[in-house]
């Protein structure tokens, strides 16, 4: 996910350190050295990430857009100016335009604020930001929390006792809770000085930047991966006790299937797998070898030379259009693909479905599914003309059904003409008036409507009154067995009243 590094550049960041008797450095200094040392580690491990660096005091400033140049954020560090006091609040909404701007709503985000713990002073401090939170009104709303997901991590050239001293670190923690709890405050262990700024900055990149490395197996076959971005634990909300689920660093394929067949599938997150090659004599290389080193080709031509599954396997799921079904962890599972950027270039990827055995309703439960050799016949044909999915669910959807909705008066009164009109042209519409009357006595059972089964009983019976001399000697026996019928279902009796009960025509010897 993008990363936004906010450095701030107010007064109280020039502030002198002293470095074990040596010549005095700023904290702005110290920063900066964390940063580049973040910078470096980005650059030769999270290189597809974007980053932007912003610098703050009352006002923000835009110094580096989103890139992948670590050389011109590391560049812009180096040319840093000191400005005024510091005004968190106005640097944040800063971000939320910036991000907003190039990466819309949606797309998670993780914002570094560099700083030395210093709130500012008087209107357009945190503290006061803070104070006042209430009382903005909707033109002036406190940027926090960000419209898009974020991660916030504040970075203290301070340590905690000097924080603690005032109420530095009690603001710091409410705007972290502000931004939705989901980051960390990181602060210096002891005094001052450039190890410890290194050893801060260190934990953020355990934390955050760590490059996910995994082993992707298919039987017999490995190969050592990257996964980018870092795939983030999930909780799942419908759990009774809910626990963070992770990845696991062993990948297993558990089958392949057609593209057709998965269609397009929800998934939480699409992330680059790419193949890295493991070199364990790179660390016994000695300092003295490096004029022959000149001549030897590099490890990264080693690589590019030596066989790997990796690429084996993207080249074959582009040519043969199909994915591979990998298994995450217990019960969760994803899908490895290749996907196109141009027309030259394209990428093995991979995305993650929802946790549980059946991630995708119309494949069913995913360890159901087995090779085709197993199959008493081929079931996608001979010729590939037909395919065994989508599975017909076992229970029919009830928005599959045509249920009967009665929203207005008119609609029932509608279902009811459309039976007396079958009913005065008994025998032969005898399966029709069954089928609407049946239809209407299920809808007046769920919704508990009984005097509805009374009024259409005696309606019934009205009518068999009012039959002519010519009419059918059936018509009256099929119309006083349907009011029987419904005047025993009015009165919840277990065995009339049941939903799944039907009323079917009385059996008679008349004919025609």
């Not at 006002?59 to 000191?82: C, H, I, K, M, S």
């Not at 790419?274 to 290389?285: A, S």
Request: one cysteine or more.
């Amino acid at each position: 996910m993008p990363t936004v590094v906010l450095m701030d550049v107010s007064l109280s960041m020039t502030r002198p350190v002293s470095l074990d008797g040596s010549e005095e450095f700023q904290r702005k200094n110290l920063a900066v050295h964390g940063l580049n040392m973040l910078f470096e580690h980005m650059a030769s491990n999270y290189r597809m990430e974007f980053t932007a660096l912003m610098a703050f005091s009352s006002l923000w400033e835009l110094l580096v857009p989103f890139t992948r140049d670590y050389n011109a954020l590391q560049e812009a560090l180096g040319n840093l100016e000191d400005y005024d006091k510091t005004c968190v609040e106005s640097a944040l909404n800063g971000v939320s335009n910036v991000v907003q701007q190039e990466w819309g709503s949606a797309c998670p985000c993780q914002v570094v604020l560099v700083t030395d713990g210093s709130l500012g002073i008087g209107k357009g401090s945190l503290r006061h930001s803070l104070h006042t939170l209430k009382h903005h009104g909707d033109d002036k709303k406190f940027p926090l929390p960000f419209p898009f997901p974020t991660k916030l991590f504040i970075m203290s050239v301070a340590n905690a006792e000097e924080l603690q001293m005032t109420d530095a670190m009690d603001n710091l923690e409410e705007l972290l809770r502000l931004s939705g709890g989901d980051g960390q405050i990181f602060t210096m262990e002891g005094p001052l000085c450039m190890k410890n700024v290194q050893a801060m900055f260190g934990r953020l990149i355990d934390h955050a930047y760590s490059p996910f490395h995994a082993v992707l197996h298919c039987g017999n076959l490995s190969s050592d991966v990257q996964v980018f971005p870092r795939p983030e634990p999930i909780v799942m909300d419908e759990e009774v006790e809910p626990m963070p689920r992770s990845v696991n660093t062993d990948l297993e394929i558990v089958g392949f299937i057609e593209i057709a067949d998965i269609s397009s599938p929800p998934v939480i997150s699409r992330h680059l797998v790419l193949p890295i090659n493991v070199n364990k004599e790179v660390d016994e290389v000695g300092t003295g070898a490096t004029d022959e080193l000149e001549e030897e080709p590099s490890a990264s031509q080693m690589a590019g030379k030596s066989p790997n599954f990796c690429v084996l396997l993207h080249g074959s799921l582009k040519v043969e259009g199909m994915v591979a079904l990998v298994q995450l962890g217990p019960e969760w599972y994803g899908m490895l693909y290749s996907q196109a950027d141009s027309k030259k270039k394209s990428n093995l990827m991979m995305s993650l479905f929802e946790p549980g055995p059946d991630p995708l309703p119309w494949l069913g439960k995913i360890t159901h599914l087995g090779p085709i050799s197993e199959a008493a016949e081929n079931p996608y044909g001979e010729d590939d003309s037909k395919s065994p999915f989508p599975l017909q669910p076992p229970v029919k959807r009830s928005y599959a059904q045509n249920v009967t909705v009665w929203i207005k008066a008119s609609g029932l009164q509608t279902d009811v003409q459309k039976i007396l009109r079958n009913a005065r042209k008994l025998p032969d519409k005898t399966q029709t008036f069954y089928k609407e009357l049946n239809r209407l006595r299920k809808a007046a059972l769920a919704f508990g409507f009984w005097e509805l089964l009374k009024g259409m009983a005696d309606l019934l019976e009205r009518e068999c009154t009012l039959l002519p001399d010519s009419a059918h000697p059936d018509a009256a026996f099929q119309l006083s067995h349907a009011a029987q019928q419904l005047k025993l279902a009015s009165t919840g009796d277990s065995q009339y009243a049941a939903f799944d009960h039907n009323i079917a025509p009385m059996h008679t010897d008349f004919s025609s």
